[in-house]
């Protein structure tokens, strides 16, 4: 019977009929150590009993292999064979239909991370501390390397943002360890190491060598997944399976985070090219680089972002944060809420009132823009980008938001909107009551006290509502620094 053979760093894999049989390397690589029998047999039973937890029915157990007098020489992991054409990375490439598999694999791995081990020692390596050790001991690896595989002012602007992220959202990984999102998951999970079968498919080949690579935020664990189908050309598939993991698992964790765990995973596939490179493969350098700029992409896609939509009454900014927060997934904050809410007003409930009186004087606005700085706070330390709708028009109050950009490590875009004078008064006239009290008068006043605001980027509203928007979005999330995902969080379309 003829026999197949695969060799990959640890292992040599022999397919002989409908089995396939893992020998363990007699090495020590550092990471791993099977440089003795007694090793090699721990670590066969260990990926059988870890890989049972998905595939069940394709580790049949460890085979002992005897040698001429008899006694034990060595230890085999036997395994149902898989057809080579059921592969998903294989389904991919040519095309193949894999909505319905991905869907089950997300189910399956929810279901793995829901019953997983938990606990301190596994809590720890989901730290926020433990992600940055990990990000820069990668960095310190590359940059070790003789020649520069990855350009140096990409690598440096990798580790930027990857630390700044981290630096922001020290609630944000308390809070998913607190809720227990930290589990014992599988840890290498590749499109190539998943069969997609007529009975639903079969996951292998978990991470057995060293459990500490598997303790993981759930949402890392797959995210290595997501990222394998963004690399394979299929960035549709990749959103698609990271939103099925996030509903089977009930995990509310922002946008923001899931391309920060595909960012770091791309980023240490990166590392293993620089590493190849380095040994001789030539076309590992090409492969490196172009995993950086997916790290990198992902990075500027998941930055945190505080955007200030200011200007005078009827000058379209509410009808511009709304549109904003709708496309983008943020949460909208508006100050004539938050100033009635305050107040013990019902938001639709009038409370007009000569400029600069009533619950509009002096004290009630700093009480207003002191909220509603201090909800944008707690939500950007949680990951979640947030549209603020006020007028702005007081330097102290813009001071104050850039003050909490940079405590939480947030991009600020400052959008200020514009508008004819006559358009203005004709909207001021023409509108029916909402959150805003202000008429014609008060919106002349305003517009005629507003200060010069530097560095805001002027959206002129008397476009129309699309072709205002689009420049808004050109100015929160430039074209350029955009991932290859179509969507953030409105709903996936099919190609």
């Given at each position: 019977?003829?026999?197949?053979?695969?060799?990959t760093?640890?292992?040599?894999?022999?397919l002989?009929?409908?089995?396939?049989?893992?020998l363990?390397k007699p090495?020590?690589?550092?990471?791993?150590d099977?440089?003795?029998?007694?090793?090699?047999?721990?670590?066969?039973h260990?990926?059988?009993?870890?890989?049972?937890?998905?595939?069940?029915?394709?580790?049949?157990?460890?085979?002992?292999?005897?040698?001429?007098?008899?006694?034990v020489?060595?230890?085999?992991?036997?395994?149902?064979?898989?057809p080579?054409?059921?592969r998903?990375?294989?389904?991919v490439?040519?095309?193949?239909?894999?909505?319905?598999?991905?869907?089950?694999?997300?189910?399956?791995?929810?279901?793995l991370?829901?019953m997983?081990?938990?606990g301190?020692?596994?809590?720890?390596?989901?730290?926020?501390?433990?992600l940055?050790?990990?990000?820069?001991?990668?960095?310190?690896?590359?940059?070790?390397?003789?020649?520069?595989?990855?350009e140096?002012?990409?690598?440096?602007?990798?580790?930027?943002?990857?630390?700044r992220?981290?630096?922001?959202?020290?609630?944000?990984?308390?809070r998913?360890?607190?809720?227990?999102?930290i589990?014992?998951?599988?840890?290498?999970?590749?499109?190539?190491?998943?069969?997609?079968?007529?009975?639903?498919?079969?996951?292998?080949?978990?991470?057995?060598?060293?459990?500490?690579?598997?303790?993981?935020?759930?949402?890392?664990?797959?995210?290595?997944?997501a990222?394998?189908?963004?690399?394979?050309?299929?960035?549709r598939l990749?959103?698609?399976?990271?939103?099925?993991?996030?509903?089977?698992?009930?995990?509310?964790?922002?946008?923001?985070?899931?391309?920060?765990?595909?960012?770091?995973r791309?980023?240490?596939?990166?590392?293993?090219?620089?590493?190849?490179?380095?040994?001789?493969?030539?076309?590992?350098?090409?492969?490196?680089?172009?995993?950086?700029?997916?790290?990198?992409?992902h990075?500027?896609?998941?930055?945190?972002?505080?955007?200030?939509v200011?200007?005078?009454?009827?000058?379209g900014?509410?009808?511009l944060?709304?549109?904003?927060?709708?496309?983008?997934?943020?949460?909208?904050?508006?100050?004539?809420?938050?100033?009635?809410?305050?107040?013990?007003?019902?938001?639709?409930?009038?409370?007009?009132?000569?400029?600069?009186?009533?619950?509009?004087?002096?004290?009630?606005?700093?009480?207003?823009?002191?909220?509603?700085?201090?909800?944008?706070?707690?939500?950007?330390?949680?990951?979640e980008?947030?549209?603020?709708?006020?007028?702005?028009?007081?330097?102290?109050?813009?001071?104050?938001?850039?003050?909490?950009a940079?405590?939480?490590?947030?991009?600020?875009?400052?959008?200020?909107?514009?508008?004819?004078?006559?358009?203005?008064?004709?909207r001021?006239?023409?509108?029916?009551?909402?959150?805003?009290?202000?008429?014609?008068?008060?919106g002349?006043?305003?517009?005629?006290?507003?200060?010069p605001w530097?560095?805001?980027?002027?959206?002129?509203?008397?476009?129309?509502p699309?072709?205002?928007?689009?420049r808004?979005?050109?100015?929160?999330?430039p074209?350029?620094?955009?991932?290859?995902?179509?969507?953030?969080?409105?709903?996936?379309?099919?190609?």
């Amino acid at each position: 019977m003829f026999t197949h053979v695969k060799e990959t760093h640890a292992a040599v894999v022999f397919l002989l009929g409908e089995h396939a049989y893992k020998l363990k390397k007699p090495v020590s690589l550092g990471f791993l150590d099977f440089s003795t029998v007694r090793a090699r047999q721990a670590a066969c039973h260990r990926e059988v009993e870890l890989n049972r937890r998905l595939a069940p029915d394709v580790y049949e157990g460890v085979a002992d292999v005897l040698g001429p007098d008899g006694t034990v020489c060595e230890h085999l992991v036997v395994m149902r064979r898989m057809p080579d054409e059921r592969r998903l990375a294989t389904l991919v490439r040519v095309g193949r239909p894999v909505d319905d598999c991905l869907r089950f694999v997300a189910r399956q791995l929810a279901g793995l991370h829901a019953m997983a081990r938990h606990g301190p020692q596994i809590d720890r390596e989901g730290s926020r501390e433990m992600l940055r050790g990990r990000w820069t001991d990668s960095f310190g690896q590359v940059r070790a390397l003789p020649g520069a595989t990855i350009e140096p002012g990409v690598l440096d602007e990798i580790e930027h943002l990857a630390l700044r992220f981290l630096s922001g959202r020290a609630s944000l990984f308390e809070r998913r360890i607190a809720e227990g999102r930290i589990v014992d998951g599988h840890g290498d999970l590749l499109a190539d190491d998943i069969f997609c079968l007529d009975d639903g498919p079969r996951i292998l080949d978990c991470l057995e060598f060293d459990e500490r690579l598997r303790f993981v935020d759930g949402l890392d664990d797959a995210a290595f997944l997501a990222m394998d189908l963004e690399w394979l050309g299929a960035p549709r598939l990749a959103e698609l399976f990271l939103r099925w993991y996030v509903e089977f698992s009930g995990d509310p964790a922002p946008t923001a985070l899931w391309h920060h765990y595909v960012a770091y995973r791309a980023f240490v596939r990166a590392k293993v090219a620089c590493l190849r490179h380095w040994q001789g493969d030539m076309d590992a350098e090409w492969e490196a680089r172009r995993l950086a700029e997916l790290a990198l992409r992902h990075l500027h896609a998941g930055a945190v972002t505080l955007v200030l939509v200011g200007g005078p009454p009827a000058s379209g900014k509410s009808t511009l944060g709304g549109a904003l927060a709708d496309r983008l997934g943020y949460t909208l904050l508006r100050s004539d809420r938050i100033r009635k809410e305050l107040a013990g007003l019902d938001p639709a409930q009038s409370a007009s009132a000569p400029y600069r009186q009533g619950i509009y004087d002096p004290g009630h606005t700093a009480g207003t823009y002191a909220e509603l700085l201090s909800r944008a706070e707690l939500l950007l330390a949680q990951g979640e980008p947030v549209v603020l709708d006020a007028s702005w028009s007081e330097e102290r109050h813009r001071t104050m938001a850039a003050d909490v950009a940079v405590r939480t490590s947030s991009d600020l875009v400052a959008l200020l909107c514009t508008v004819m004078p006559q358009i203005a008064s004709a909207r001021l006239a023409t509108r029916p009551p909402e959150l805003s009290d202000a008429d014609e008068t008060i919106g002349a006043t305003m517009t005629a006290a507003m200060p010069p605001w530097p560095g805001a980027i002027e959206i002129d509203t008397s476009a129309s509502p699309q072709e205002t928007l689009a420049r808004a979005l050109a100015a929160v999330h430039p074209p350029e620094r955009n991932v290859s995902w179509r969507f953030q969080r409105s709903q996936i379309e099919p190609d």
